[in-house]
């Protein structure tokens, strides 16, 4: 459903992604690997239009989206959760859950209240605190369920790991598997916590200084040319 073909990006003279292509496919979940100032975060944001593409192209459902704004790929169908999540802190969880509906109707936008409710019932427990009362953890989980409620067909999402405390990871894990097994949702993980990105993966993408050094289905994690490119 997502294609990226042949991505080139430049920040000023540095070029930061070289050539990245990858297929994300739906119901399945590709999770993308690398070190730290790698280039993940980058594609992202290529990917959801915040960043301009040098040369390159991103096809989603068979349409070019390459200079779609970030709206408009929105409407299209993508979500995208951003590293460090910005939620929206002086609103209300519930307010925040609003902002990823804004466009649906009443009756069916309470019927995906209640799935995400279920997904995550301790939003259910907070609707009414402040979003930047909550743990991290919790406000990872909200990043995730306002994405939701916009039912999107794909999903990005960059670290969600990333400094959460365990049992919440576990949570974040069901609820990624759970949308895996649903089976009509296509995701990209962006990932450093290696176990996590295996235990969910179909496929998966490592990056090394703006390229792509290795790819596979999740049986080949494992080998040695992927953990080269992970450890520190
Ligand atoms: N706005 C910017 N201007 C210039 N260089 C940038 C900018 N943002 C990122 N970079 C550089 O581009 C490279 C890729 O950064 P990016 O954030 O995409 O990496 P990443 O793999 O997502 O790492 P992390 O896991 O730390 O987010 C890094 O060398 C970084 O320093």
Known sequence: MLQVNQL???YGAAHTLRGVSLDVQKGKCLSLLGRNGVGKTTLLKCL??????????VMF??????????????????AYVPQGREIFARLTVEENMLM???????????SIKGEVYELFPVLKEMLHRRGGDLSGGQQQQLAIARALLAEPKLIILDEPTEGIQPSIIKDIGRVISLLRQRGDIGILLCEQYFDF??????TFVVMS????VAAGTQDQMDGDDVKKHLAV
Do not use: C, F, W
Not at 102 to 108: D, I, L, N, Q, Y
Not at 197 to 202: N, T
């Open 100 to 110: 990823g509906m804004a466009t649906m109707s009443g009756r069916k936008a309470s």
């Open 48 to 57: 959801m239009g915040v960043l301009p593409v040098a040369k390159g192209n």
């Open 61 to 78: 459902e068979g349409h070019d989206i390459t200079r779609l704004k970030p709206h408009q790929r929105a409407r299209l169908g993508i």
């Open 197 to 202: 990105a295996r235990e969910l993966a179909d």
């Open 8 to 10: 080139n990006q430049y």
């Open 209 to 212: 200084r703006g390229e792509v």
